[in-house]
């Protein structure tokens, strides 16, 4: 008795390895190993883009139409506080002091509630995804369910996102926020469903002074290579080697 | 080995080579075909609707091609349809459907043209208090071509 | 809302992310790789004086692994795709080797326990009836070989699993530490100290808990109490502790002296923000009255009665601390905007999915688990026996 079952768990065993793994393996390792170079849809060749964005920083005068727009665009929760871009307003007082702030990202403008005389000096800086080069969201997701894409945008898979919001802790400039309608991260895409069929992000439309500038890094006569060309540029927090693709132009060193 | 030990590696190996095969069955088949993501999500996220046409889409001759040519000389040429009138892809694709009115409030105009001390000085800013009497920004400026009362 | 903020902190900072779920969840796997040392001390380092508890600390440690898992899960926002953290694992993220070290170690223990407590099964097998029989005769294998040259076998594989055993516990839960450790966007964070510092914490932690179960034991059943065991244990918590609280201080102190970018806000942090669980509790409560207690545990002589006051003070103390600790790692480091130029306020939720209910109810599971475990497989002969030998060999 003891001996027939002994007999049956070593050929059933033997059977069962023998059956599953093979193919099993194969498949699981080989096939999800190799990375195609196509791209997803034929319409747009991802590899012949590698997108980039300049802020200017010294144009901005805050009206919040970008972050309004993209609410818009990308239905992000008009009414909670979770944004994919906004405008922060630096104030350095007189006694030294430096005031930051972003109500609901800028979205209703600003109001002047410091007196004209205690303000040294003043101005607004936009923010976004900075779609990193080496993006520390990417890095940190466990699952594989954030990524960049060929031509540079950093995106997030709202079918495949468990949710555990590392990515967000890992952003350091804040970027993300949790979409609790789906249970996952959510993020700015540079509008990856108008850039990808030849529009500009809806925030980069909206700027009525052309203070946020889009374009294609591979393309040497866009707008976004033509500024990096000519002007002495910045990025936000260079020292965390995150070498992010939006580029400022007339960046304080308190902006962080 | 022991025929229990025997019988525990057994135990072991069977849930390990379950777990390979459920795993092969579950993982998406676009996964990896780009890189260690669901490849599918590209295209899905590609899908996502157009909300803001963007101004050409006005200039139609059917549409608003007189509108848009003055506005297309003013110094208003900068400020997108849309970032006064709202996302109007809906009513591109279909004129039955109305974009919401555009706000023609003071405090609408006075986002961008209130004085506030943060902007950059020679964008042309008023003193809400002092300017216009609590008018309209429109009983004198035309928006769509502003510096003409 | 308003007062919760000090300062700028990015707009999308308005919710903090990580709730007391995610306190929970280091807290429990460090309890686990502290009980399961613990246990090692005997199975791996051959310390007689533990063996009395050895086994109990091994289904200590099942136990609360049982529910290691739980915090996370409920935190997650599409908690049924928590699986493909085991299915797609990204290798470049910190956290996705966690399905696999996790199922690993529980392999590890599960075959420990069973290994340590595999005469029981077979005997408990053949003398009994009924469900009872199939039961035992499941957790049995079906074999029912304890010859001589069966359990030599069995002790062999125990100890390799044991050695193996201590280095999967130190990964697994320095390995916690390093997902906190690692990411570079938050200073209160970003330490190659925050593994080791995990470690000792858990180890901590872990025999402190073993020391108030097993005061907790002998309570209920009324054992005598085996004072060399209780002494030893204490001892190595004295040990660990100090090492815990040395690395701790030393992250502060390296902080504060580098002085770098980030010194401001966290001088916010510390001054404002967590100044009382990190040092009333975390320092002062957690560490150093433990610390002069468990020294003077060890320097005085007779006293039997005070010294195990002092003993079971100093372990309530831990537990506590250790507990703050995480709190002050997990909660604190998201108090602080990544702006550096503010803070945020956490506050706790009573139910609710991330709620503090949710939590205890994590928190009492283990202890029910333990319960129900060694309802079936007792480890209590160990402590009357060994007793009574030492009782003996002392007279």
Not at chain 3, 377 to 383: A, S, T, V, Y
């Amino acid at each position: 008795m003891k001996l027939s079952r002994r007999d049956f768990t070593k050929i059933g065993s033997k059977i069962v390895i023998g059956a599953a793994t093979g193919p099993v393996i194969i498949d699981a390792l080989v096939k999800k190993a190799q990375a195609s170079e196509s791209s997803p849809d034929g319409d747009y060749d991802w590899n012949k883009h590698y997108w980039g964005y300049v802020v200017d920083t010294t144009k901005c005068i805050g009206c919040g139409r970008c972050a309004n727009a993209c609410k818009r665009e990308n239905e992000v929760p008009f009414d909670e506080p979770v944004y994919r871009t906004w405008i922060e307003r630096y104030r350095k007082l007189k006694d030294g002091e430096m005031k930051i702030d972003s109500p609901n990202a800028g979205i209703d403008g600003f109001t002047d509630d410091i007196p004209e005389e205690e303000i040294n000096k003043a101005f607004y800086v936009p923010k976004i995804c900075n779609h990193c080069e080496n993006a520390p969201c990417v890095q940190v997701c466990p699952v594989g369910a954030t990524y960049t894409t060929n031509d540079g945008v950093i995106l997030v898979d709202f079918e495949y996102c468990i949710g555990c919001r590392y990515c967000i802790q890992a952003c350091p400039y804040g970027a993300r926020y949790f979409n609790l309608e789906k249970g996952t991260a959510d993020k700015c895409t540079w509008c990856y469903h108008r850039i990808t069929k030849g529009l500009l992000p809806a925030c980069v439309q909206a700027c009525p002074v052309g203070a946020r500038k889009f374009g294609d890094l591979k393309d040497p006569e866009s707008i976004v290579n033509k500024i990096l060309d000519k002007e002495r540029i910045n990025v936000l927090k260079p020292d965390l080697g995150t070498k992010p693709k939006v580029y400022y132009l007339g960046l304080d060193r308190e902006v962080r | 080995m022991q025929p229990h030990l025997k019988k525990a590696f057994t135990l072991l190996a069977i849930i390990i080579i379950a777990f390979i095969f459920v795993r092969s069955i579950a993982v998406p088949d676009s996964f990896g075909e780009y890189g260690w993501y669901r490849g599918d999500s590209v295209n899905e996220l590609r899908n996502q609707p157009v909300e803001h046409a963007g101004s050409q889409a006005c200039s139609d001759v059917d549409c608003h091609k007189t509108l848009y040519s003055i506005w297309s000389e003013s110094r208003h040429k900068t400020v997108n349809c849309e970032t006064c009138h709202g996302p109007a892809e809906k009513h591109v694709s279909n004129v039955r459907i109305m974009p919401e009115p555009a706000n023609d409030s003071r405090d609408f105009c006075g986002l961008c043209h209130y004085k506030r001390v943060a902007r950059p000085g020679e964008f042309p800013q008023i003193d809400p208090v002092t300017h216009g009497e609590n008018l309209r920004c429109a009983y004198c400026h035309n928006p769509h071509k502003p510096w003409f009362v | 809302m308003e007062s919760l903020v000090w300062g700028y902190v990015y707009p999308n900072e308005a919710e903090i992310q990580w709730s007391i779920l995610i306190v929970l969840y280091p807290y429990i796997t460090g309890l686990v790789a502290g009980a399961f040392i613990a246990s090692s001390l005997y199975h791996v380092f051959g310390n007689k004086e533990i063996k009395p508890v050895a086994r109990f600390a091994l289904l200590t440690a099942l136990a609360f692994l049982c529910v290691a898992m739980l915090p996370l899960l409920a935190h997650l926002g599409n908690p049924l795709r928590g699986i493909e953290i085991m299915f797609t694992p990204h290798l470049t993220s910190a956290m996705s080797g966690f399905g696999y070290i996790f199922s690993f170690y529980f392999i590890v223990v599960v075959l420990e326990v069973w290994l340590a407590f595999r005469v029981d099964i077979v005997k408990t097998a053949l003398n009994s009836r009924g469900w009872k029989e199939l039961l035992y005769s499941a957790l049995a294998l079906f074999s029912y070989d304890i010859s001589e040259k069966a359990l030599e076998a069995d002790e062999k594989l125990g100890k390799k699993l044991a050695i193996i055993g201590i280095p999967s516990a130190a990964f697994l839960h320095g390995y916690v530490g390093f997902i906190f450790g690692g990411i570079k966007a938050n200073p209160w964070w970003s330490t190659p100290l925050m593994p080791i510092i995990f470690l000792m914490s858990a180890i901590v932690s872990g025999i402190a808990l073993l020391i108030l179960l097993y005061l907790i034991v002998i309570k209920i059943k009324k054992y005598p109490l085996n004072y060399n065991t209780l002494y030893s244990l204490a001892h190595y918590l004295w040990i660990f502790l100090i090492v815990d609280v040395v690395l701790e201080l030393l992250e502060i102190i390296s902080m504060k002296y580098e002085a770098l970018e980030e010194i401001e806000i966290i001088e916010h942090l510390l001054a404002e923000k967590i100044a009382f669980t990190f040092y009333g509790i975390q320092l002062t409560m957690g560490a150093l009255i433990p610390f002069i207690l468990l020294l003077l545990v060890g320097v005085m002589k007779n006293r039997d009665k005070l010294k195990v006051v002092m003993v079971t003070i100093s372990s309530v103390f831990i537990v506590i601390g250790v507990f703050a600790m995480r709190w002050n790692v997990v909660i604190g480091g998201q108090e602080i905007s990544k702006s550096l130029a503010g803070t945020l306020t956490y506050e706790p939720v009573f139910f609710g999915q991330e709620g503090v209910l949710l939590a205890i109810i994590i928190l009492i599971l283990p202890l029910i688990i333990l319960r129900v475990i060694t309802y079936i497989l007792p480890p209590w002969k160990d402590m009357i026996e060994e007793n009574e030998e030492a009782v003996v060999s002392s007279e």
